[in-house]
């Protein structure tokens, strides 16, 4: 029975799929660290609690204001910034669907991968975090139903009001498409042409059926994962009339504090991009593995498929891709079920509180920096071992020896992160998303509970909710990965 | 400014604790490394100069002792896939890594991170050799079969010291 079941983890190490994009060197947390973490996150919990306790009531405010006076952002304007890094935008999109189609297929060799999964994906999003929402200014389909728009008024208004029972719905399922692509499908450059290709109509139908205004607002789910990331930054971006832009600073976090989310399934989109990081983590662990093909196969699925292996092998793996598939789609779900349990506790301190429903909107931003975190840590050391090669790429897009820039040999070279700096890193980022969670919580809920002694008592078990998660990120970074032969 | 008192004063009590808690759990620089047990089939290659009191863990590892170099581990490749040796090998930083590779047919092997390739010709069996003086997980894998897909037979992992 022990060898048939190490062969089936066998077979499968020999057919499975590429999974992300990018060389991960990194090892696992070790444990001792991943204990000290789970130890501060509980210490400094509490502490947030006593500092809170000890301090006078305050009323919150972004402290809101404006730079656009200020003489960078005058001459960025003047040289008309967002317009021409606009047209650069659209360029950049059109040219990551041509080398795809006709460049290089090692996804190494070809530029698009690396723009797209890596610069865009990884660092664009931790760039809004920082300096605000510069998305919604350069978004390159949002330009080109914008240009649409100018001599169209009715494909700029729209065909159809935008039905509001949709909310935010149609965004959430294409963001799971979105990492279902990144983590389950085999990726190569010409797939990600295609699937940007399609994005692109898909983007430029729905602009001109409910109006580019609500569709970039509700249904492109890069426009609406942007927005929610950088509500936590301190620099807001705004339209500035006459193609130019404003810029507006203010206390980071305490915009997301104030902002009550608008719809249960902006909240599920947030939920999802904390349980995607998770599962994306989970799914290459040895325990992952050993989960379906040694337990599930000894309880129950020998039953299914039959007790020879080499019988079962084929359908096992057909089933293992839906598998995998339904707990990613359902990994949001157990974070709101935990999120919500642990909210009905909270209720329990406060007299005359409002609905479920409602605290779970009120307080959904303050999840958004462990959402943070949960990304940064895991896929930071990207940005070293493969966001540089775009030097190189941008020189040689097609993987066609050309040299346009003259960087196409620049940094060459294997960057490997040295291991326990990217441990302590890892944690130290964890524990400063916690801080700022559990900091962004107490605010919310001296805003939303009048009482005050009611309103910090309501935070013990959103402390421990905190703790969870937590802990929960730290103990996927420690798990130990399958060896890539058993898969 | 009085009520702010306590706060401070928790939070520097808090970064105490969890500075001392820090010093105590973290294990002493010198101290041989203890990485995480061997999952699975995972096998626990013994490194070039093994500690003799470290038992081998499972059968794989006595079998790679017994061929002909006791030492040196060796992986056996058939039909592109790795059909003995071990999956992992498991090093500390600084430690001279020795791998014996041989194959059923020529092909070309390719270490990540370290970007050290090996040709094999058929039935020779050939030596990697290198210092790890990087830290991390790094797979080894067999390049251009099937048309230019990339065949994965195991990794080496070198923990920082």
Redesign the interface.
Known sequence: MRFALSLLLLLYASGSPAHSFGQVYNLPVPFWLYAWGAAAALVVSFVILAIFLASPARATTTGEHDLSHCRLVKVLNAMHLTRVLRVFSVALLGLCIVTGWWGDRNPYGNFNMTFFWIVFALGFAWFCVLFGNFYAQLNPWRAVAGWIGMTWTRYREGFVGYPQWLAYWPALFLYMGFIWIELLANNTPRSLAEALLAYSLLNLLGAGLFGARDWFRYCEFFSVLFRLLSSLSPLRVSDGGGGGFRLHARRPLHAAVESRFEHFSLLLFLLFLLSSTAFDGLHEAAAWYRLYWVDAYRCCLQHVFGSHPLKAYANMRETYAYWQTAWLLVSPLLYLLTYLVFLLASRCFVTNAPGLRQLALHFAPSLLPIAVVYHVSHYFTLIETQGIKIISLASDPFGWDWNLFGTANWLQRNFVPDAAFVWHAQVGLIIAGHVLSVWMAHLIALRVIPDRRQALLSQVPMLLLMVCFTVAGLWILSLPNMAPVER | MG?????TL??V??AI??GV??LV???DPGEPYHP?PP????VTATPPVPDSADPPATGETTRVAKSAEPLIPLVRIAGH??VDGP??LRVREGDRVRLRFIADAPVELHL????RVLRLAADTEQLLEFDAN??????F?LHGHHG?GH?????I????R
Not at chain 2, 3 to 7: A, C, E, I, R, Y
Not at chain 2, 151 to 155: E, K, T, W
């Open positions: 009520g702010h008192m306590p706060g928790v939070a009590l808090g604790v969890l808690l820090f759990m973290r294990p995480p999952v699975g089939e995972t896939q790795r999956a992992v990540h991170g370290y970007d990087r830290t991390g997980r790094f797979e894998e230019g065949a994965s037979l195991g990794v992992e070198v923990y920082p």
